[in-house]
């Protein structure tokens, strides 16, 4: 067996949350059959089945765990999570005009633009039905404002990523949208079905929120730096010409010369050979990939801020580690 010190932080808490986790994949596999539709659970499967960390739903789990809940609502919230987010991914991969995702082939791919919407239509309606029955009002209004956030996020993603003009301040609002969302209304709703405090529900949504923001800022990073751990090879984000902090920061501080590069290649979507070897080099120019790994450390900060004033448990450890763990791929 694994010596604990060797394990990863997520490993770790899902050995702690086996149990539930396991009432939450029976939830999904229950919940995303289909009587009269059999397209949906095959599609569904296919992506739910395809591995990855489940980190969301976890997330809601260790929450409440921490803060000693003791019912059975936290299962029906974690796999509303995972379902809400298997719903955002297989509308992106229709958007992003993907075929791969955690190495396997897309639904889209493999079946059609169609079938990868309406079966992402499909689960976001079983979420709404598995928040409602909890029977909590806040609840309700918490998973729901994140499913409008992330949908918000991801059209301004849309005309925001191709566009020069886009600040740090807009490309930190389609974060919020498009991952932190999620995280700290995973967090937050763990809390809310445990009663705990405002305060400490407080603290545990700015904890999956600067989670969120420092994931989304490395996954960025290691676009440029490159790591096996992220399924994506060096410069996708460059080759998609989406705008990414690494890339704006370095447009801001870019001469005339260098602004009409990004224009050209990000803008306009000409690209030759050679473009990403000198995009890189622009980056390392202006100190931009330091300089954002500064960023996601200064967010997993306030992460673990927020979660030191939570009681003390052996999850919250995790999860302090967890949030170590985000960053320690580009430290």
């Not at 991952?179 to 529900?201: K, P, R, Y």
């Not at 545990?204 to 676009?223: E, H, P, R, S």
């Not at 990939?289 to 900060?301: G, K, Q, V, Y």
């Not at 030191?308 to 052996?314: E, G, M, Q």
Request: aromatic letters at 6%; glycine letters at 6%.
């Amino acid at each position: 067996m694994l010596d604990k010190q060797s394990q990863k932080p997520h490993d770790r808490l899902a050995e702690v949350l086996a149990e539930d986790m396991a009432q939450v994949n029976i939830l999904i596999r229950t919940r995303m059959a289909s009587e009269h539709a059999p397209r949906i659970p095959e599609v569904t499967a296919h992506l739910v089945e395809a591995g990855g960390k489940r980190l969301r739903p976890m997330l809601t789990l260790a929450a409440a765990r921490m803060c000693g809940y003791e019912g059975d609502n936290h299962v029906k919230l974690a796999a509303t999570v995972e379902f809400i987010h298997t719903a955002t991914l297989l509308h992106d991969d229709v958007v992003d005009e993907s075929e791969k995702r955690r190495g396997r082939p897309t639904a889209n791919l493999l079946w059609d633009n169609k079938s990868s919407v309406l079966v992402g239509d499909y689960l976001f309606a079983r979420s709404f039905q598995l928040m409602t029955e909890t029977n909590n009002i806040r609840v309700l209004r918490i998973l729901s404002d994140a499913a409008a956030t992330i949908a918000e996020g991801e059209v301004l993603q849309m005309t925001a990523a191709q566009d020069l003009r886009t600040s740090e301040e807009i490309y930190l609002q389609v974060v919020r949208g498009k991952t932190a969302a999620l995280f700290s209304a995973a967090t937050e709703v763990g809390g809310v079905i445990a009663d705990m405090d405002e305060a400490q529900i407080k603290a545990l949504f700015d904890y999956g929120d600067a989670l969120g923001i420092a994931f989304q800022i490395v996954d960025d990073l290691l676009d440029y730096w490159g790591s096996d751990a992220t399924g994506k090879n060096v410069g996708d984000d460059f080759r998609e010409r989406k705008l990414t902090l690494p890339v704006i920061k370095a447009v801001a501080l870019g001469d005339d010369e260098e602004r009409e590069f990004w224009k050209r290649t990000i803008e306009k979507g000409r690209q030759d050979d050679g473009d990403l070897e000198h995009a890189i080099a622009l980056l390392n120019k202006h100190g931009t990939l330091e300089a954002t790994r500064a960023e996601a450390n200064d967010w997993i900060a306030k992460a673990r801020a927020a979660l030191a004033t939570l009681p003390a448990h052996p999850i919250r450890d995790m999860l302090d580690d967890l949030a170590d763990y985000v960053v320690a791929r580009v430290n």
